[in-house]
């Protein structure tokens, strides 16, 4: 068996477990054993079949609503923080998840792919353990409110092509935390809750490097298909996400996470819609 075929397989076990816990020691075996990678032919196929994933694994006791549905709470209680802090986390569990299906499901990539993506599935372990021991400081636990299943429908409709995914998970959809956690930790320091704040700065750091390994991967995707990133981009928003591109921007993060000056000028075009 080919060190490559056994990450997929392990890459898949991981994605299906529903633990953190679970998932964060498949990673960790996965990591120690990446340096087999350098022995594998990048451009050779692994011909397992690859399975669909209509949903990942995660707790069974997770209660999945609409969006729509989900009640907003104020930052100024200790619940409304908990529950702030519980959707938080339920993005960082869906981001394991994420990571881990790109290192399964898209083959004959070279090692360094498996290697960022492994890389980003355990450092989005690690803070969604931060979050959830400041909410357990809080009183409250993973699972305590609702969650609704939005990050995972894009990983379906993406499932086809590295293309896309590359394109509308990085991004489109963590791209965006690069935009709104900054006015967030200032507004958890306005209620004096540091403690919450630190951790999102903790978190937006690193973040800007998991966003720059998407844009790294979608560059090298529009190359191997001879487009042009930004039309690529665009067209692929347009058809998958319309309306979800939303200003302002974090140009100083996303130009830190290899986004282009024409790129931030596109982003500013689709999130008014004067786009055609």
């Known amino acids: 068996m080919s060190a490559l075929k056994s990450?997929?397989?392990?890459?898949?076990?991981?994605?299906?477990?529903e633990t953190i816990e679970q998932k964060s020691a498949l990673i960790d075996q996965m990591q120690r054993a990446t340096y087999l990678l350098d022995q594998t032919d990048p451009g050779k196929q692994d011909l397992q079949h690859i399975q669909d994933v209509e949903q990942p694994g995660q707790p069974p006791h997770l209660e999945f609503v609409h969006p729509r549905a989900?009640?907003?709470?104020?930052?100024t209680s200790e619940e409304g923080r908990a529950c702030f802090l519980h959707a938080i986390a339920h993005i960082e569990f869906n981001a394991v998840n994420l990571a881990l299906d790109a290192a399964y499901r898209f083959?004959?990539?070279?090692?360094?792919?498996?290697?960022?993506?492994?890389?980003?599935?355990?450092?989005?372990?690690?803070?969604h353990d931060l979050l959830l021991e400041r909410m357990q400081a809080l009183g409250y636990e993973y699972g305590d409110f609702p969650v609704h299943d939005g990050l995972w429908e894009v990983a379906r409709k993406?499932?086809?092509?590295?293309?896309?995914?590359?394109?509308?998970?990085?991004?489109?959809?963590?791209?965006?935390?690069?935009?709104?956690t900054p006015p967030m930790i200032q507004k958890l320091f306005k209620?004096?809750?540091?403690?919450?704040?630190?951790?999102?700065?903790?978190?937006?750091?690193?973040?800007?490097?998991?966003?720059?390994?998407?844009?790294?991967?979608?560059?090298?995707?529009c190359r191997g298909e001879g487009l042009d990133p930004v039309d690529c981009f665009t067209e692929l928003v347009?058809?998958?996400?319309?309306?979800?591109?939303?200003?302002?921007?974090?140009?100083?993060?996303?130009?830190?996470?290899g986004f282009t000056a024409e790129w931030l000028e596109r982003l500013t075009l689709l999130s008014t819609g004067d786009f055609h």
């Open 7 to 17: 990450l997929h397989q392990q890459a898949y076990q991981a994605l299906m477990v």
């Open 70 to 75: 989900l009640k907003r709470r104020r930052l």
């Open 107 to 127: 083959r004959g990539m070279p090692g360094a792919f498996y290697d960022d993506w492994l890389r980003v599935a355990g450092e989005e372990v690690r803070h």
């Open 158 to 180: 993406t499932s086809y092509s590295l293309l896309s995914r590359m394109a509308l998970v990085p991004c489109v959809l963590e791209a965006r935390g690069l935009d709104v």
């Open 191 to 221: 209620v004096g809750d540091a403690d919450s704040a630190y951790i999102l700065q903790i978190i937006l750091d690193e973040e800007v490097d998991h966003v720059a390994i998407g844009v790294r991967w979608f560059n090298f995707a």
């Open 238 to 257: 347009k058809v998958h996400l319309p309306n979800r591109i939303q200003a302002p921007v974090n140009k100083t993060q996303r130009l830190a996470a």
